[in-house]
Nanobody, 121 residues
């Protein structure tokens, strides 16, 4: 089981960025995929997740209405579309997989390497 997040970079406040989570070694539809982030000096926090099979999405309050998670089973990839970015969105972003429907990091079994998002003018 492998996950790899990509697409990070430097973006100005108010801008947009789309992260990708490429998966392999498992059937994507059988797992929920979560996005997490960790800012310097802070604990890792859940951003949101998409459930297995029916693909419902759930978001943390801090990103609701700005971030959107989607899934392309044919490409084995999950996306995190981030709009109206703010400086406090700066963090390393990770994707992870679980059999559960949860945004708790300790419930996730498989993790990818992170990708850095920096929001700054």
């Amino acid at each position: 089981v492998q996950l790899q997040a990509s697409g990070g970079g430097l973006v100005q406040p108010g801008g947009s960025l789309r992260l990708s989570c490429a998966t392999s070694g498992f059937t994507l539809d059988y797992y929920a995929i979560g996005w997490f982030r960790q800012a310097p000096g802070k604990e890792r926090e859940g951003v949101g997740y998409i459930t297995k099979r029916d693909g419902r999405t759930y978001y943390a309050g801090s990103v609701k209405g700005r971030f959107t998670i989607s899934r392309d089973n044919a490409k084995n990839t999950v996306y995190l579309q981030m709009n109206s970015l703010r400086p406090d969105d700066t963090a390393v972003y990770y994707c992870a997989a679980t059999n559960m429907a949860t945004m708790l990091a300790y419930d996730y079994d498989y993790w990818g390497q992170g990708t850095l998002v920096t929001v700054s003018s």
